[in-house]
């Protein structure tokens, strides 16, 4: 059973910063698509950030510059760094392995 477990949400004013974590029960070392989604109220989930195996970063458009997506495999953790928050980042916040397994989800509330 795959378990993920986001963790690090929470409010922060505009232009302040938050770092996500999102735990596996399984080891990641090998898995290749690891990523971070969100949903806003009203609104359809969207890929914020995925890496690869092989540390290869992939970034919406609007968080490119402000957000840093990392892996531990180690610490079977994966990780989003979230820097000049702005509050049309306020969304659930989803860690994914690939399109199959999903954690339950972390609140970022960004206040203006």
């Known amino acids: 059973q795959v378990q993920l477990v986001e963790s690090g949400g929470g409010l922060v004013q505009a232009g302040g910063s938050l770092r996500l974590s999102c735990a596996a029960s399984v080891r990641i070392f090998s898995i290749n698509a690891m990523g971070w989604y969100r949903q806003a109220p009203g609104k359809q989930r969207e890929l914020v950030a995925r890496i690869s195996s092989g540390g290869r970063t992939d970034y919406a458009d609007s968080v490119k510059g402000r957000f840093t997506i990392s892996r531990d495999n180690a610490k079977n953790t994966v990780y989003l760094q979230m820097n000049s928050l702005k509050p049309e980042d306020t969304a659930v916040y989803y860690c994914?392995?690939?399109?199959?397994?999903w954690g339950q989800g972390t609140q970022v509330t960004v206040s203006s």
């Open positions: 994914a392995i690939g399109d199959r397994y």
